[in-house]
């Protein structure tokens, strides 16, 4: 009686180290999809942040004229 290896057309399995190469890779390509997304998310705050604050401001320069072109107006 002869042992004879039967495969059942399944696919070659790759090596151990290929698998823990390859998920190595896909954590690292993960790793970069979140800090570029982290990148994105804190220029995005960053920019909205500023332009809060710069409209802040205008607004409250423009009440400041506005109160004094109000007491100009008044005293003339």
């Known amino acids: 009686m002869q042992i004879q290896k039967r495969t059942m057309n399944w696919l070659p399995r790759a090596s151990l180290y290929d698998e823990a190469e390859a998920a190595r890779l896909k954590r690292r390509a993960q790793a970069q999809s979140d800090l570029a ?22 607004l409250t320069l423009r009440i400041a004229a506005a109160r004094l072109q109000n007491g100009t107006t008044k005293k003339v």
């Open 37 to 58: 997304t982290s990148a994105n998310n804190n220029s995005a705050l960053i920019s909205s942040g500023t332009s809060n604050v710069g409209e802040s401001i205008n």
